[in-house]
């Protein structure tokens, strides 16, 4: 079955440590998302890749990275410069095909990042 | 900034009892619509979405929007709520002013009691 892989689902990062998160789908979706959840603020956009060697800041970029080096993976780096990482992340795909903005995106089943 | 805002944080209902829940958005034409579902630690699954057309949608579950562009608003229901409709529910918007991505609104929890 066609869908979207993230691992680890929990996660822990000491202080000062960079840790990755895993988004790997097969949907030959084009485009790919970053999601941060926090409690009661719904989901704000991390970082997004519309095609391959090609990605943007979304709405909270700072103190995270992200590569786009093959279609099917879009892995989400938080340095440690991201004082505040505490949250569930959710990556997401879509087919580009149709008007921009209009395809609904696929989600995967999230990672719960912590600091010990 | 164009946002979408869900006025209710938590809404319970009664098993068997009827659902709506509320969206709102400021946008300055129509954008495109959608509702998610979310059961807790697991990603956001569609029920529904609209584009364009026909303004009343129906999705999965038997849930069912209606888009209402005189109040900026696209709320979701449910004749009958069952025990496993618990869950968060969250309204997103795309379109060319949101910068062709999805926002989201802040998900209303549901609660269901028996």
């Known amino acids: 079955d066609g869908g979207i892989t993230q691992s680890p689902k929990y996660l822990f990062r000491k202080e000062g440590q960079n840790v990755t998160l895993s988004c790997e789908q097969n949907?030959?979706?084009?485009?790919m998302y970053w999601y941060r959840q926090d409690p009661g603020q719904g989901l704000r956009l991390i970082y997004y890749?519309?095609?391959?060697?090609?990605?943007q800041k979304g709405d909270i970029a700072e103190g995270y990275s992200v590569s786009r080096e093959k279609k099917e993976s879009f892995p989400l780096t938080v340095t440690s410069a991201q004082k505040n990482p505490t949250a569930f992340y959710l990556c997401?795909?879509?087919?580009?095909?149709?008007?921009?903005?209009?395809?609904?995106?696929?989600f995967g089943d999230g990672t719960r990042l912590s600091i010990l | 900034a164009q946002s979408v805002t869900q006025p209710d944080i938590h809404i319970t209902v009664s098993e068997g009892a009827s659902l709506e829940l509320r969206c709102n958005y400021s946008?300055?034409?129509?954008?495109?619509l959608f509702w998610y579902v979310q059961s807790p630690g697991q990603g956001l699954q569609l029920l529904l979405k609209?584009?364009?057309?026909?303004?009343l949608v129906q999705g999965i579950k038997g849930f069912e929007a209606e888009f209402k562009r005189s109040q900026s608003s696209f709320n979701l229901r449910k004749p009958s709520v069952h025990w496993s409709d618990a869950a968060e529910y969250f309204c997103?918007?795309?379109?060319?002013?949101?910068?062709?991505?999805?926002?989201f609104g802040a998900g209303t929890i549901l609660r269901v009691k028996s």
């Open positions: 949907l030959n979706h084009d485009a």
């Open positions: 997103a918007v795309g379109g060319i002013l949101y910068g062709n991505k999805l926002v």
């Open positions: 946008y300055g034409a129509t954008p495109y």
């Open positions: 609209y584009f364009s057309g026909d303004t």
């Open positions: 997401a795909s879509t087919n580009r095909r149709g008007a921009e903005g209009n395809q609904p995106q696929h």
């Open positions: 890749s519309q095609i391959v060697n090609d990605f």
